[in-house]
């Protein structure tokens, strides 16, 4: 099998191609043959040595596929070979074949292809449990996405279109606000162009009610300043690169609330009905990802690079259809 090996901790240019020995899974794992490899802004940290899991090199980068099961260990009678499966992990994904545990896959529906499946799941998973559990945001609710072109954030444009949100996108070019407006955002700021609290304050004259901030930086504080009293404001990542600092003192006078998002933060039957919900969206085309770029394995480096050079417009995908 082929894969993209991290043989040291670095850019994403120390990642490299090798062929490594086929492997068997043991009991309650199957093999899956990867089809599509999402690539995801913590993959970038992960090869650096600079996310909050450690992972000792050499290891396979990628954290979310899709592909076709090829073979099963005893225990995993739930899957068979020739099923159609997506999942997530640490790492292991930039490759021909990963092995992983029969609990931790999902049949991908029919009339989903494995490229829409492996873009889906992480993305919009967070974007919408944030909407949906973190920020509470109901119909009618005035929204700030931050890196509003990137997979998370285009994911929470779209799915606060579908929720009935009124958003407002802010992003590094106008070619990814172009790609937000397509997908339903009223106003567009670039946060390049000019002074972004002042551009907040034209575009939201009353303030907003949430902020999904997957970004950091120095768009945290004046997105924050912009909620009216009583909003929310959600913490799902830091593509920036840096943790912002906020002046507690803001939450004292505006009354705002601030949290972190992550998935086992949520009650295992609101975990479902989200899942459900978005499952639902899936299957009937009401939701679909964006793929804006996609690499062969060989250019897995690229791809990464790509990601962490912000230039990401939706998705980024590793193709290894042809493996």
């Known amino acids: 099998m082929r894969a993209a090996v991290c043989p040291e901790y670095g850019p994403p240019e120390v990642v490299r191609i090798e062929e ?13 043959r990867v089809r599509a490899a999402a690539v995801n802004y913590p993959d970038v940290l992960l090869i650096a040595g ?18 076709i099961v090829d073979e099963t260990g005893d225990g995993a009678a739930d899957l068979a070979v020739s099923d159609r499966v997506t999942g997530t992990g640490v790492y292991g994904a930039f490759a021909s074949e990963v092995i992983v545990p029969a609990a931790g896959l999902r049949r991908i529906p029919d009339g989903v292809d494995e490229r829409t499946a492996a873009a889906f799941g992480v993305a919009y998973g967070t974007a919408y449990r944030a909407l949906r559990s973190a920020a ?41 606000l172009d790609v937000a407006a397509s997908y339903g955002a009223r106003n567009l700021i670039n946060h390049r162009s000019g002074d972004v609290r002042s551009a907040l304050r034209v575009a939201l004259p009353d303030g907003a009610d949430a902020v999904i ?12 300043r912009s909620l009216r009293r009583g909003g929310r404001f959600v913490t799902v990542g830091y593509a920036s690169g840096v943790i912002p600092r906020i002046p507690l003192n803001l939450v004292l006078v505006k009354g705002v609330q601030i949290t972190g998002f992550q998935f086992q933060d949520l009650a295992p039957d609101e975990f479902a009905c989200n899942e459900e ?17 996609t690499f062969p394995l060989t250019d897995t480096a ?19 259809g042809g493996d």
Not at 20 to 32: D, S
Not at 213 to 224: C, F, H, I, M, T
Not at 278 to 291: K, Y
């Open 136 to 176: 509470r945001a109901k119909s009618g609710d005035e929204l700030i996405v931050l890196g509003a072109g990137g997979g998370v954030g285009l994911a929470a444009v779209q799915l606060a279109q579908h929720l009935g949100l009124s958003v407002t996108a802010i992003a590094s070019s106008d070619e990814k």
């Open 20 to 32: 490594r020995p086929l492997p068997t899974p043991a009991a309650g794992e199957v093999r899956v």
């Open 213 to 224: 901030d997957p970004v950091g930086g120095e768009l945290s504080e004046p997105a924050l």
């Open 302 to 320: 690229s791809a990464l690079r790509h990601v962490a050079d912000g230039k990401a417009l939706g998705k980024v995908l590793i193709d290894l």
């Open 277 to 293: 919900e978005l499952r639902n969206l899936l299957i009937s085309g009401q939701v679909a990802p964006h793929i804006g770029a």
């Open 50 to 67: 600079k996310y909050q899991i450690s992972v000792p090199p050499p290891f396979v980068p990628g954290s979310e596929f899709a592909g």
